[in-house]
């Protein structure tokens, strides 16, 4: 794999994101730099209030005024870019299109004649596994099945880069290991270079080449740790010991972060508290 | 994966109560609405045979149901009809496009919004018939005063309805269309638009009720022409079996549009 990674296909090169004006200016993303090479799966995991999001939104090109430089070959980022699909967080299905319309949206934004937007639709429904309910409309499906969906939508697109904001935040923890197994090959599958942004250990262990740690506001790079399990790869592997070592590696690092972000909002909480 | 057990059952909720109490409820709320219907046709009837008033005010039923036979016969009927359909076809259309388009103004910018509310809100309520004699001034006696008034009626519905429909957008999905770069007119059609369907429909099925009562009464004021007009006509010669057979299609009609609205709004894609 060392030799891929030598040309990245995106590069983060000391990105500051601050909010607010004034006394008031919190920096969300401190000197963030860390790159993805081609085909690597790489994830970015943090305690809430880390910038995470807001990381998602400057790669995604939605938050375009940022200093430092997200490259893509030799282009920066300021506004979304062909070649970032990216994955919501939230529901995202539109829900007046059945699951094939849905899929083919990005396709017919670009004008794709309407056969050609069908079968590569197609392609991508089967892929995650939803191939029977072409037709169905989002609210005829569960939670897992309109993220998966939304994978679709992203992957049809052909995106050189996948970039997903927690999207399995909101399933249990079955269907997240389950959706992951899917991921994961899908990924092998079309050798796709992923970022993931999550704060879930287990899922970044499960998923990743390599793990961007964060710290708690400011949100920096704590670490970066590289994740020698085997591939292929399946869900089996949260079983094995050298998953189990790297968790608790992980955690170690976090588990300061996340402590100070508790305390942050405790406080916050006892003050509001005090005011009520 | 794609297991059935997984897929959710949208009618679940709705199917338990309904299938045991709902059919006998609907039998019951039948069987009161014909009662009514039937109760005040009788006190009519007996009213209109117990002489207790003047004349023709109160004519029996079957003398409404000949002149009800008439009318629809009557071409000048179909004339008045057509020119009052017109009318109200012309005000929904004007004053749904310029409310749409308001609506799409205001519900995406938050300063003008804020702005413009209080003469939209103070403004809407405000009976649109006063405006009449400006308008008469303005675009003569003719159908294009009365188009004028129900455009203007038909317009704050349409443009309060859109409003508040861009506003409930979920904005992930205004996400969605950026991170897939789709262009001003895409996030138009493509997101907005469908995305305020319901509201927006709805809108029109409020504008479509003023716009009615708006031109109909603009008509009995001064024309000479359309429903409206026939009323006032009917109501001077004091034919009054004539005149309740006239409502009698007027309510009709205005049911009839007012449903084919409401189930093209409830019909969700």
Not at chain 2, 19 to 29: I, L
Request: hydrophobic share 50%; proline share 4%; net charge positive.
């Amino acid at each position: 794999m060392e030799d891929i990674r030598l040309q990245p296909a995106m590069v983060v090169d000391d990105v500051v994101k601050r909010f607010g004006r004034g006394d008031e200016i919190v920096t969300a993303v401190d000197h963030v730099s860390f790159n993805v090479a081609q085909g690597e799966f790489v994830s970015v995991i943090g305690p809430s209030g880390c910038g995470k999001s807001t990381l998602f939104n400057i790669i995604g090109g939605l938050l375009g005024d940022y200093e430092g430089s997200v490259m893509i070959g030799d282009e920066r980022i300021s506004a979304p870019h062909p070649a970032v699909g990216m994955v919501f967080q939230e529901e995202s299905t539109f829900p007046w299109r059945n699951v094939i319309d849905n899929v083919a949206f990005p396709l017919e934004l670009q004008g794709v004649a309407k056969s050609e937007r069908m079968d590569r639709a197609h392609h991508f429904i089967d892929m995650v596994g939803l191939a029977s309910f072409e037709k169905n409309f989002p609210s005829q499906l569960s939670g897992g099945m309109r993220q998966r969906v939304s994978i679709a939508r992203t992957l049809v697109s052909q995106p050189k880069i996948l970039l997903m904001d927690e999207p399995f935040a909101a399933l249990d923890e079955q269907t997240r290991l389950l959706l992951g197994d899917k991921i994961t090959q899908i990924q092998q599958e079309l050798n796709q270079t992923t970022l993931l942004i999550t704060h879930n250990l287990t899922e970044a262990v499960q998923l990743s080449d390599r793990i961007v740690v964060m710290t708690y506001r400011p949100g920096k790079v704590k670490r970066i740790v590289d994740i020698n399990l085997k591939r292929p790869r399946t869900s089996d592997v949260v079983g094995s010991d050298a998953f189990g070592h790297y968790v608790a590696e992980i955690w170690n690092d976090l588990r300061e972060e996340a402590s100070r972000g508790m305390a942050d909002s405790e406080s916050a909480a006892s003050r509001r508290g005090a005011h009520g | 994966m794609a297991a059935t057990g997984e897929m959710k059952a949208p009618a679940r909720r709705a199917v338990a109560p309904a299938v045991s109490t709902a059919p006998v409820t609907a039998r019951r709320v039948l069987l009161v609405r014909v009662i009514v219907a039937l109760a005040v046709l009788a006190v009519w009837e007996g009213l209109s045979r117990s002489g207790l008033f003047y004349g023709e005010v109160i004519p029996s039923l079957t003398r409404i149901a000949a002149s009800l036979g008439k009318l629809l016969v009557d071409p000048v009927f179909y004339k008045n009809l057509q020119v009052t359909a017109l009318e109200t076809f012309a005000s929904l259309s004007i004053g749904a496009a310029l409310g749409i388009v308001t609506g799409i103004v205001l519900g995406a910018n938050r300063f003008l919004m804020r702005a413009f509310e209080p003469y939209v809100y103070y403004l809407s309520p405000t009976p649109r018939i006063i405006l009449f004699p400006v308008m008469i001034m303005w675009f003569g006696v003719g159908p294009a005063s009365k188009v004028a008034l129900g455009a203007l009626s038909a317009y704050f519905a349409v443009a309060l309805s859109t409003a508040a429909g861009m506003r409930q957008i979920d904005a992930i999905l205004i996400r969605v269309g950026r991170s897939f770069r789709a262009t001003t007119w895409q996030m138009a059609t493509k997101i907005y638009l469908p995305a305020m369907r319901v509201p927006i429909l709805n809108g029109i099925r409020l504008g479509m009720g003023t716009a009615i009562i708006t031109v109909l009464l603009a008509e009995t004021k001064l024309s000479n022409q359309g429903l409206g007009y026939m009323i006032m006509q009917v109501y001077t010669r004091f034919d009054m079996p004539g005149l309740y057979a006239l409502l009698i299609v007027v309510f009709a009609i205005a049911g009839a549009c007012n449903a084919l609205i409401g189930k093209l709004a409830r019909e969700q894609v």
